[in-house]
């Protein structure tokens, strides 16, 4: 009978677990202490009134760097039509910047000095699609062709394009 119930309570707590450690669908990417690749800190302001597209990815995630490619094609596609992209990782701000140089798109990178766990990213990519106004829209977990017509539409959907206004 103890061992019964061990088994129980093992059951219980990992059940418990796992799903506290899905991805949250909204966040405050903010709470994370965010700095660009010179060092300098990254307040809120300077994404204030702006749609975004943000992602935690990590130079050793095969499918982040799947994703990158369409997230350069996402990016160029929407052009400076109003949606900053963003990229967020974790990783040594030294290694962001070797990724940076071999890497060169049109996007921000942007180190976090705290674990992104802290904010409830527990699965990478993640990506998330924020309005002008701040408020999570739209949230995906795990690779994504965000260069597909679908994604573009998104996209300039959340970027106040009508679906056919960029080329």
Not at 32 to 38: I, S, V, Y
Not at 78 to 93: A, D, Q, R, T, W
Not at 110 to 121: E, F, P, Q, T, Y
Not at 122 to 137: C, R
């Amino acid at each position: 009978m103890n061992k019964l119930i061990r088994v129980l309570c093992l059951l219980f707590l990992w059940i418990f677990l796992a799903a506290s450690c899905k991805n949250k669908n909204k966040v405050d990417f903010f709470q994370l202490d965010l700095e660009n690749l010179q060092g300098a800190a990254v307040s809120q302001d300077s994404f204030k009134g702006k749609p975004m597209f943000v992602t935690f990815f990590a130079t050793w995630c095969g499918p982040c760097m799947q994703e990158i490619p369409s997230i350069r094609k996402a990016s160029e596609a929407l052009g400076s039509h109003n949606m900053e992209f963003v990229l967020i990782s974790e990783e040594k701000l030294e290694k962001l910047q070797r990724f940076e140089s071999r890497t060169p798109m049109d996007v921000t990178i942007l180190h976090s000095a705290r674990n992104i766990k802290m904010l409830g990213v527990f699965t990478i990519p993640q990506t998330y699609l924020v309005s002008a106004d701040g408020e999570v829209v739209y949230s995906h977990t795990g690779f994504k062709d965000w260069s597909s017509p679908e994604s573009i539409a998104l996209l300039k959907s959340i970027a106040g394009n009508p679906v056919g206004s960029i080329e």
